[in-house]
């Protein structure tokens, strides 16, 4: 029985990781398929092949991309641009969005630094991610301070806290492998201690 539940179990840690992913890329890549894939299959009917929504997608949005960069259509789009940014309501959601979009994929990326802090009070460290540096722009009093982004464990959801420059220490740890041991709450440590000892 006992060698029973044990294959049991190295089945669930085995296979449940490689379906989860899979399901999620399936999923993700179903999304985004449809995009533009709702749009060509009553042209193309029996024709249309999985993942030429997705293709197509994908050359939009470097058409549209390359177009920006010229000089009438690019106007057009900084048009459009300031009119979302006037219209209430409207301008918080696409300033939000513009803005996640751009701290990931801009010039300037958010989350590209790993910071160490201290729970006030305690001994307690808490790891998180520098969004902002400068934030005088934001509000002239905090310009000593830089907003921390910290995630929870397990959850998709974070806190965001604004600490003195000189309380937050900045770690050699490359974003995606602090990401890691968050969500895992420390456990992906343990994987990488297991996997350097059986070496």
Do not use: C
Not at 6 to 19: A, D, E, K
Not at 49 to 74: D, E, M, N, Q, Y
């Amino acid at each position: 029985m006992k060698i029973i539940l044990r294959n049991f179990i190295n089945g669930i840690l085995t296979i449940v990781p490689i379906i989860l992913v899979v399901y999620v890329v399936y999923k993700t890549f179903m999304f985004l398929d449809g995009i533009l894939g709702n749009v060509l299959k009553p042209y193309l009917k029996d024709d249309y092949i999985p993942g030429i929504g997705l293709l197509a997608t994908i050359v939009l949005i470097t058409v549209l991309g390359w177009l920006s960069t010229k000089f009438l259509t690019g106007t057009i789009f900084r048009l459009i641009d300031r009119l979302l940014e006037n219209i209430p309501i409207v301008k918080t959601l696409y300033s939000v969005i513009k803005d996640t979009i751009h701290s990931f994929l801009g010039d300037k990326k958010s989350f590209s630094k790993v910071a160490l802090i201290t729970i006030p009070g305690t001994e307690i460290k808490s790891i998180g991610f520098i969004t902002t540096e400068e934030l005088a722009s934001f509000y002239d009093p905090l310009k000593d301070y830089v907003a921390v982004y910290v995630q929870q464990t397990f959850q998709v959801a974070g806190f965001t806290f604004l600490i003195p420059k000189d309380e937050v220490e900045i770690i050699d740890v490359k974003p995606e492998d602090a990401m890691k041991f968050i969500l895992s709450g420390g456990m992906t440590s343990q994987s990488k201690n297991k996997k350097a000892e059986a070496k």
